[in-house]
């Protein structure tokens, strides 16, 4: 049974739509990137997945069930974007309350609280916490009841690098249980090792998703080769040139060469590169995350980063 599967999906606030023909799913078990820029749809997905509101066109189903409906929404945990929580109660008074409003055990608060960083915070009020300590109490409400699916919305916002690391740690143990985990960011940087497929939105539209491996075999980017000659450049940028790949060469400053090939030549390249018996050394580089994301979104996309449609 899928954590959710969207079949088709539209959807429109009022004139202009926000997503369209949309098709995605998560297995339990995996962590899902969900990326865009700002507007790109995110959010919407997100609360239509939760079932707060319902697409024009196509189908939403949430843990074999129907979105939104009360016996699907008790196992799902969701992290706002802004999460916000009043501040003369103590961590531990809202997380027994969400725990009431969800049906959930009070017993696994104390718990909940040290699996977030925050045992010595469990009965401080909450208006003495930092930012990323209220972020952490909002990733502890979304634990609650030990949810199937897991939505977190820009989680990582106002957390520290460590604290940072720590969530997305906390994540994977959750996934090795069968938690299906979908993570919404516009926030890249650190987060590919711990994702198992990413998704792109951009324009109202999936432009890809999968894993980094399909998505580099569809983003189809070149290789870079950094390779530092043994003695001088005599041969190895004729070597590029002569190749006959597709490929082209630059030379850096400190005298290193920057090869950009094909992929599905690369090894080619490198063999050619060995036969010259000039290198000393050389570094692969396959398009990270962040490269495959700026692929994927263009320069049409990056112009929305800031939020304009
Ligand atoms: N309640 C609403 N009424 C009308 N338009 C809305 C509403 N909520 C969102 N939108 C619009 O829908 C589009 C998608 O918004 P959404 O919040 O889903 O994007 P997002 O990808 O989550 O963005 P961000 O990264 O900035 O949070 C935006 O153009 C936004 O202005």
């Known amino acids: 049974m899928s954590c959710f599967r969207l079949e088709n999906v539209s959807y429109r606030y009022s004139r202009s739509p926000v997503l369209t023909g949309i098709d995605l799913a998560l297995e339990p078990g995996e962590i899902l990137g969900l990326f865009g820029h700002n507007g790109a749809g995110k959010t919407t997905s997100i609360k239509l997945i939760l079932g707060l509101m ?4 196509g189908t939403v189903s949430v843990l074999g069930g129907t979105a939104g409906a009360p016996e699907v929404s008790q196992h799902i945990g969701y ?17 027994n309350h969400f725990a009431r409003l ?3 055990s009070l017993e696994q608060v104390p718990r909940l609280m040290e699996q977030v960083g925050l045992a010595d915070a469990l009965h401080s009020r909450v208006k003495t916490y930092s930012k990323g300590m209220r972020q952490r109490l909002g990733l502890a409400q979304a634990l609650l009841g030990k949810p199937k699916l897991l939505m ?26 069968g938690t299906g985990i979908v993570l919404c960011s516009h926030v890249l940087p650190g987060v590919e090792p711990y994702i198992d497929r990413a998704a792109i939105l951009t324009g109202g539209t999936l432009k ?9 075999r569809q983003a189809n980017m070149p290789v870079v080769l950094s390779v530092i000659p043994a003695d001088g450049n005599h041969q190895l940028e004729a070597a590029v040139m002569g190749s006959g790949l597709n490929a082209s060469v630059t030379q850096k400053r400190n005298g ?10 690369k090894m080619a390249m490198v063999r050619r590169l060995l036969a010259t018996g000039e290198v000393r050394d050389l570094d ?26």
């Open 54 to 57: 319902t697409p024009q066109q």
């Open 79 to 95: 992290l706002p974007e802004n999460v916000m929580f009043y501040p003369q109660l103590t961590g531990s008074e809202i997380l």
């Open 102 to 104: 969800k049906g959930a």
């Open 152 to 177: 977190l919305d820009e989680p990582t916002v106002g957390l520290d690098p460590v604290a940072t690391a720590d969530l997305y740690r906390l994540l994977r143990t959750l996934r090795d249980a």
């Open 208 to 216: 890809a998703a999968g894993n980094l491996t399909a998505l580099r």
């Open 256 to 265: 290193s060469l920057r090869i950009e090939v094909a992929p599905l030549q």
């Open 284 to 309: 692969i580089s396959e398009p990270t995350l962040e490269d495959i994301y700026v692929h994927f979104i263009g320069s049409g996309g990056l112009a929305h980063r800031g939020g304009v449609q």
